[in-house]
């Protein structure tokens, strides 16, 4: 299994960025698939999630109505987009899939918001 995490990057707040994950080595169509993130001094969070099975999605209640988490199972990617950002939304944000009871993570991408 290999997640590779892209897009993150510096963007002053009230702006949009999109994170995009590349998913290789499972049947990707058949797994949720999330978006955590980890701000420093903090624990990782769960930002997103969006279902196999008709890819009805969940959202943390911090990042409602800004952020929307979309899947393509033909190219194996999941992605993120990021709008409205905060100074808050400042953290690494790791693509995430369960597959029985184990984890995989990608490598984590940066995404800071700062003027």
């Known amino acids: 299994v290999q997640l590779v995490e892209s897009g993150g990057g510096l963007v002053q707040p009230g702006g949009s960025l999109r994170l995009s994950c590349a998913a290789s080595?499972?049947?990707?169509?058949?797994?949720?698939m999330s978006w955590y993130r980890q701000a420093p001094g903090k624990e990782r969070e769960l930002v997103a999630v969006i279902f196999s099975a008709g890819g009805s999605t969940n959202y943390a209640d911090s990042v409602k109505g800004r952020f929307a988490i979309s899947r393509d199972n033909a190219k194996h990617t999941v992605s993120l987009q990021m709008n409205s950002l905060k100074p808050e939304d400042t953290a690494v944000y790791y693509c995430?899939?369960?597959?029985?009871?184990?984890?995989?993570w990608g490598q984590g991408t940066q995404v800071t918001v700062s003027s």
């Open positions: 995430n899939a369960r597959i029985g009871y184990y984890d995989y």
């Open positions: 080595g499972f049947t990707f169509s058949s797994y949720a």
